[in-house]
């Protein structure tokens, strides 16, 4: 890179140098255009290489940045000597291929003239480009390192809300088998059986923040048998799934506590039989989900007072998709209460 960057430069000169001769009257050819001018930057390119070396040992941003500024100001007069020195031998070489004899004090004295001071500023030029793409380095690295800390927290924040989860989850599901164990030992027995799967089933995806869709019908399903052991003929469910959601990625138990919610909320509380309807779509990059109950819905007046399931949902899905998704909680025009989520569409890479 550093071979290229000054051969570019050197072909830049070369190119000024070869058209401001024919303007002058005395024109070269291009063959000398370009030995000059790449003599003169060949040597910078040779230069350059220590002088980054002492430019990331005496930083600017340092806390000794005055004895560095000090330490600059002494290498740019050396290192303008040393050029000049380098380039003079370069000089006589060139000179002696051209068929001329010249001394190395005849090539010194016009460097010495016309470019001490230009040698200076060069320097710092070399200098100051070296710590330009350095802080953009470091800037790049500190963006990296925020997004990788941003995304661990984020990681973090998930895993606390479904550790969260899946003991309300349990909580609620041992509190409905206790209740049944003194009425009906038989079905107790069966809802125990039961959570021994679908807790072996939680366990087995318990890390994967989404799953596919299909998955996550799985274990809703397994919930499912519980309550309806629980609730008989009192409870049914209907399941509208598109196929083409089936492999959508969804959050982990998504579904679970919002079923959950309509049985506590909309069937539990009534004698007569409950219907809870599923609903899944894709529309467009979008996917929906839709739980509907014909329970008792909200009470008029005042927002809807969320428990562990519903507000770690909303948490999860806001940790997840940011802005991108919607949660929203409403009536139903036919009575009861509606959930409808709606998320990116976005299934698993497959890999061959």
Not at 29 to 56: C, E, K, N
């Amino acid at each position: 890179m550093v071979f290229v960057f000054w051969t570019l430069i050197g072909l830049s000169f070369a190119i000024q140098f070869y058209l401001s001769s024919y303007k002058a009257g005395r024109p070269v050819t291009w063959a000398q255009a370009v030995g000059w001018s790449m003599g003169d930057w060949y040597v910078w390119a040779l230069m350059s290489l220590p002088i980054i070396q002492l430019a990331r040992r005496f930083r600017f941003d340092d806390v000794k940045w005055g004895r560095n500024v000090l330490v600059h100001l002494g290498a740019s007069a050396i290192c303008s000597v040393v050029y000049m020195v380098l380039r003079a031998w370069v000089g006589q070489a060139q000179s002696r291929l051209g068929g001329q004899a010249v001394s190395f004090a005849e090539t010194f004295t016009p460097l010495l003239v016309k470019t001490f001071h230009l040698n200076l500023l060069i320097y710092w030029v070399i200098v100051s480009v070296h710590h330009a793409f350095d802080y953009y380095r470091q800037m790049q690295a500190r963006e990296l390192r925020a997004a990788e800390l941003e995304k661990r927290l984020a990681q973090a924040r998930l895993q606390a809300l479904q550790m969260q989860l899946n003991p309300h989850f349990l909580f609620n599901t041992l509190h409905a088998i206790s209740s049944l164990m003194h009425k009906d030992v038989e079905a107790a027995d069966r809802m125990i059986a039961r959570l021994s799967d679908l807790l072996r089933f939680a366990l087995e995806s318990g890390d994967a923040q989404e799953v596919p869709l299909r998955q996550e019908l799985d274990f809703l399903s397994r919930y499912l048998e519980i309550e309806q052991t629980r609730f008989g003929d009192r409870l049914a469910v209907d399941l509208d799934i598109a196929t083409d959601t089936l492999d959508a990625l969804v959050p982990n138990l998504v579904l679970q506590p919002l079923v959950e919610n309509a049985i506590r909320h909309g069937i539990e509380p009534r004698a007569k039989p409950g219907r809870i309807h599923l609903r899944a779509r894709r529309e467009h990059r979008r996917l929906k989900l839709e739980v509907r109950d014909n329970g008792v819905g909200l009470s008029p007046g005042g927002p809807p007072a969320e428990g562990v399931g519903l507000s770690n949902t909303r948490a999860r899905l806001l940790q997840l998709y940011g802005e991108g998704h919607r949660f929203d909680l409403g009536n139903s025009p036919d009575g009861g209460l509606v959930v409808c989520v709606e998320l990116p569409f976005h299934c698993a890479a497959k890999t061959v």
